[in-house]
């Protein structure tokens, strides 16, 4: 699955293959659509958790909304449940950086891992990649 001619599985295995825990990772559009993935057993998952990341970053934007002062974006989502973790982090405008992994992980580990992979995703697919938002300090007279 790739998306204008762009194929970034390979930045996809290298973490996937980084991280032993890592059952699959994908890249998907906040519509719902796989971009690509590497790594899942079965396509049906692909597309099954390509939904989930849409849903979940769309569940997230109105928690985002509460903090006027910022971007208003999905930086990190995590859904944690017998057995493992999904992570999602924003890789670009409108594009999603999704992992499936077992227990026993090193989060921080992939966090950073995945904050990396998803500056150079919005590079690579030509998206706007996430940058880290300062709050504004606003000015008062006195």
């Known amino acids: 699955m790739t998306q204008q001619g762009t194929d970034v599985s390979w930045a996809l295995r290298d973490l996937v293959e980084s991280i032993q825990e890592i059952r699959f990772a994908l890249v998907a559009s906040s519509d719902g ?3 690509t993935s590497y790594g899942a057993d079965d396509p049906d998952d692909v597309d099954r958790f390509a939904a989930v990341v849409a849903g979940l970053q ?8 509460q903090f006027p002062k910022y971007a208003g974006q999905l930086r990190l989502a995590m859904i944690e449940v017998d057995g493992g973790h999904l992570f999602v982090v924003r890789a670009g405008k409108e594009t999603y950086l999704g992992v499936l992994a077992r227990e026993g992980l090193d989060q921080g580990l992939l966090g950073h891992q995945m904050r990396d992979l998803a ?15 300062t709050p504004r300090l606003e000015e008062h007279s006195g």
């Open 33 to 35: 659509k796989a971009i």
């Open 58 to 65: 769309a569940l997230a934007q109105p928690v985002a909304e």
């Open 119 to 133: 500056r150079r995703m919005g590079e690579l697919l030509g998206t706007t990649p996430r940058l880290e938002e």
